[in-house]
């Protein structure tokens, strides 16, 4: 873009982001057909290209823009109706000029694109008729003709349209020269293009009044002298009439500026340097203990940190700016394919760095394409299984622990755990052996190796080979995770947790045999201490294991992974339990540090090249860190033998083991009542008002369902919970589900089943002595049974994401 | 033509580099070393808010390792702009050398030194073996 003139760098950057604006603006115009604002918003934004592109001398741009609009002003003014075929065409005629802009972005020129297609297509519907296709039909060939004659006659017909009592010639004649004078003198001002569709169409600027700028209307007599004595129409020009005017939807220019992003850049480097300056200050005045040179460091910190935050903020954007194409998106591949898809965004004004919007484009697009193609099934096959035809997509972004989460779920199909499995053996990725031993959640997973894609058939849309392998790399490039969770019939739901910025992240400092790593914190789930009998760890032939929540959990010496002296034993070690390639391991070190805000700093290419660090930084003291790259330790240190022996000693450890790990929860008056951990799907904690009294039983509305309600304290005969906050464990099995209603959870126990005495009740099957309470076993079968009588009866047996999240 | 090389010493013999790509001598400070990375990597220090690669000479040029109460000094030499820190036993003079006292290297020299030495300076009281920085700072 360096050799193209300022003028039109502004066009094309403007137009692209009045194009985003029409995207969306077009697609809920099929949803409110009527309304007046949408089609005004669309109208303004297609009338300003095609001013702006007459006067820079975009023939083709004009041509184009032109007969759009005067569909465009058929429709706002209601002459006909909005359609699929006109949102068609309009969407036909959005996509040619982001086309040519394109061209004009890369060479400064139009080039010659062929848009007669889509202007013959767009008169054909303008023709339809429909009403009003006379009014039009003049305007249309001035298109086609020489712009300085459209310029002249497009107006005018627009004028006749809307009846004002006015020579339209004389409109055309005094508007011309005060246009072009404008544009002349502020190029880089972002309102002369509208100013001129305020002067050239007075129709329009009466129901739109257009924003401009004080500068502009001083610059502009002319223009207010044009349109206000034949049509007293003095809005458009009064800056004070401007603020107030309710229909401009785009304004805001005023108190906002352009930066350019090097800039940006530059500052947040800078920034950088002050916060590891700002440590070290830190460390020092805590070192030298003076008082006075504490409250200053206090102060450098605070004002630091603002500045940090200040910063940050410049950069960032809200994540609106990448779904703004979603809904086009969306409405092109499910037309396409021939489904029915509602788009739900939530979180439109979650911010992030823009680098980081930049890099999850991509990841974004295709698991949207990924979520239409494969999850949401046709209407048909919906409505056979009792599914409204229409599917949900839902986007959602939240901040959550200095990250950002984006999620991506359908209520389509869900995956097939199985047939990943098949499909992993059948493409050689993993071994029958290996498939059966795996749980739900770790055979979802296979779909993020490389070459592995689900569909049966290859479509235009998805399904290329290059699938979800693409996205975890891509995510993991910006120091980011993916995770996917699916039920069978129900939905999938992707998500993607990304740090804020990249430039600065909080990380956990950790010691290892002397010297100090990083791990970042979005690597991070939590620290675990091992005590002095070393509960939770066990072995798998040599490779130590955690037990965490009924769930093995691979564990890697961080001093294995370094070289350095072996660790004679686990005591006194933390365990950082981190996510990474999907799965999540713990990383024993030997003391945990700190947590501190670290700058990345490039390495060398000898130092990167090791695959273990993903950079450096620098510390409060002034020494360099490692930070340590998790994915690649994962890589490197989880041999698939080990995760293998993980995997199939995972079902027989679970049966074989004396102990299990047992909830234990309290209820009624003072009870303690202890089930399986590894039946529990989910604990809630929620407010009492939750049960709701249907035909005698108490029932819940758990995501999005009516879940039976099993009182425990009633169940066991001790009257009924009398709670305002209650404690809700979930036991959901394949498309059941059941929630068991106690006073609050008390703990998580490794006791064995043989420990319970045969002293038992109704729904009970033994007690025995937990923390020095006497604590019951309870029956869960009878007690679930007692809701949901068929609910072990559910064909999928399998128990669906049992202890994996809480 | 004179020619000015900044000196050091390495394993009891004198080496020098171009001083125009020098950017300064220190003593050796806080080292991070660098688990798992190949032997010539010494580890990275902070150089004025600078990460820095310190690369081992005696590595490279397969001299007898440092033993744990040497004490090393740092000459760092700009390569490609970026700084890197080159690992050395004691830091020499500027010394201006004209051409003719400046030679081929033997064909003696061990094949780890025939890479990265240039040619040989005759001194009064030795030998001078001129390093392509380029490729001693190589890792």
Not at chain 1, 52 to 81: I, M, Q, Y
Not at chain 1, 140 to 165: F, N, Y
Not at chain 1, 221 to 226: L, M, S
């Amino acid at each position: 873009m360096d050799g193209m003139d300022e003028i039109v760098r502004e066009f094309v950057v403007e137009s692209y982001e009045n194009l985003d604006q029409l995207d969306r603006d077009l697609v809920a115009l099929e949803d409110k057909p009527g309304s007046r604002d949408l089609l005004s918003s669309v109208f303004r934004t297609i009338h300003t290209i095609k001013g702006t592109s007459g006067f820079l001398a975009f023939g083709t741009l004009e041509s184009l823009t032109h007969v759009g609009e005067n569909l465009l002003a058929e429709l706002r003014d209601g002459k006909r109706p909005m359609t699929q075929r006109t949102t068609d065409v309009l969407l036909r005629m959005v996509d040619a000029v982001r086309e040519v802009l394109g061209t004009i972005e890369a060479t400064g020129a139009e080039g010659d694109h062929q848009v007669e297609d889509v202007v013959a297509d767009i008169q054909a519907v303008l023709d339809d008729p429909t009403g009003g296709a006379a009014d039009a039909a003049p305007a249309i060939e001035s298109a086609t003709a020489s712009s300085e004659t459209e310029a002249e006659e497009g107006p005018a017909a627009t004028a006749e349209d809307e009846a004002v009592s006015e020579t339209p010639q004389v409109v055309a004649a005094t508007k011309k020269p005060a246009t072009r004078k404008i544009t002349a003198k502020k190029p880089a001002a972002k309102k002369p293009a509208t100013a001129k569709s305020a002067a050239k169409k007075p129709t329009a600027a009466k129901k739109i009044a257009m924003p401009v700028r004080n500068e502009d209307a001083e610059d502009a007599p002319a223009i207010a002298a044009a349109p206000m004595p034949s049509a007293t129409l003095s809005a458009p020009v009064e800056p004070e009439e401007v603020e107030d005017a309710p229909s401009t939807v785009r304004s805001a220019t005023e108190s906002s500026i352009r930066v350019d992003v090097e800039v940006l850049d530059a500052l947040m480097r800078h920034v950088g340097e002050l916060v590891l300056a700002r440590n070290a200050m830190t460390r020092l005045a805590g070192d030298l203990g003076d008082a006075s040179l504490v409250r200053a460091s206090q102060r450098l910190s605070l004002i630091a940190t603002e500045l940090q935050q200040g910063v940050m903020k410049t950069r960032m954007q809200p994540i609106e700016h990448v779904w703004s194409k979603v809904p086009r998106m969306v409405r092109d591949i499910s037309t396409s394919l021939g489904r029915h898809v509602r788009l739900e965004m939530i979180g439109q004004d979650t911010e992030l760095d823009r680098g980081l919007l930049e890099a999850i484009k991509d990841p974004l697009t295709h698991l949207i394409r990924n979520a239409i193609d494969h999850g949401i099934e046709a209407p048909k096959v919906r409505e056979s299984v009792g599914k409204s035809p229409t599917g949900l997509l839902t986007l959602r972004a939240y901040h959550q622990g200095g990250q950002v989460v984006v999620e991506i779920s359908d209520d389509g199909k869900g995956i097939d755990a199985q047939a990943v499995a098949a499909k992993a053996v059948e493409r050689g990725l993993r071994t029958p052996a290996q498939v059966a031993d795996m749980s739900t959640q770790d055979l979802l997973h296979l779909v993020f190796l490389p070459g592995f894609s689900t569909a049966d058939h290859v479509t235009n849309v998805s399904g290329r080979g290059v699938g979800m392998d693409v996205v975890k790399t891509k995510v993991e490039a910006i120091g980011g995770v993916v995770d996917v969770q699916s039920t069978q019939g129900l939905g999938t739901t992707w998500r993607l947790r990304i740090p804020l910025t990249l430039a600065i992240m909080p990380a956990l400092t950790v010691e290892c045999h002397g010297e100090t790593y990083a791990i970042p914190q979005v690597n991070l789930l939590e620290l675990l201490a091992v005590d002095d009998k070393q509960t939770g760890v066990e072995y798998v032939g040599e490779a130590p294991v955690y037990r965490l929540r009924g769930q093995l959990l691979p564990l890697v010496d961080l001093r294995d992974v370094l070289g350095s002296p072996t660790r004679e034993s686990l005591v006194s070690a933390v365990i950082a339990v981190v996510q990474a390639d999907g799965g999540r391991f713990g990383i024993v070190v030997d003391q945990v540090r700190n947590t501190e805000e670290i700058v990345a700093k490039p390495i060398a290419a000898a130092v990167k090249n090791i695959g273990l660090y993903a950079g450096a930084t620098l510390l409060g003291d002034g020494s360099v860190a490692l930070i340590l790259d998790i994915p690649a330790v994962a890589r490197r240190a989880l041999d698939t033998d080990l995760q293998e022996a993980v995997a199939s000693s995972q079902v027989e450890h679970v049966t074989s083991s004396d102990t299990e790990p047992m909830l234990v929860v309290g209820v009624g008056d003072g009870r303690q009542v202890a089930m399986p951990l590894g039946a529990v799907t989910r604990l809630e904690r929620l407010s009492v008002s939750i049960i709701e009294q249907v035909a005698g039983s108490a029932v819940m509305q758990y995501r999005g369902r009516i879940t039976p309600v099993v009182d425990l304290a009633r169940l066991l005969g001790d009257g009924g919970t009398d709670r305002e906050e209650l404690a809700v464990v979930v036991c959901t099995r394949g498309e059941r589900t059941v929630a068991l209603v106690a006073n609050e959870v008390v703990d998580i126990v490794e006791c064995a089943v043989s420990d319970f005495s045969d002293v038992s009740g109704y729904g009970l099957l033994g007690s025995t002595v937990i923390k020095e309470r006497v604590t019951e076993l309870l029956d869960l079968r009878a007690a679930v049974t007692s809701a949901d009588a068929n609910f072990y009866d559910a064909e999928d047996a399998e128990l669906v994401g049992a202890g994996s999240e809480f | 033509m004179q020619h000015q090389l900044a000196t050091f010493k390495l394993d009891n013999r004198l080496y020098g580099v171009d001083v125009e790509r020098v950017q300064e001598a220190l003593r050796l400070h806080n080292r991070t070393r660098v688990p798992q990375s190949p032997k010539e990597v010494a580890g990275l220090v902070n150089l004025r808010g600078q990460v820095v690669l310190l690369v081992d000479l005696r590595a490279r040029l397969g001299r007898e390792p440092y033993a744990d109460d040497d004490e090393p000094m740092m000459v760092v030499v700009k390569v490609d702009g970026e700084p890197v820190s080159l690992l050395v036993d004691q830091v020499g003079d500027v010394l201006e050398l004209d051409a003719d006292q400046f030679g081929p290297p033997p064909p003696t020299l061990e094949p780890a030194l025939r890479d990265v030495v240039r040619g040989v300076y005759s001194l009064e009281d030795g030998l001078l073996l001129s390093l392509d920085v380029d490729l001693a700072a190589q890792v």
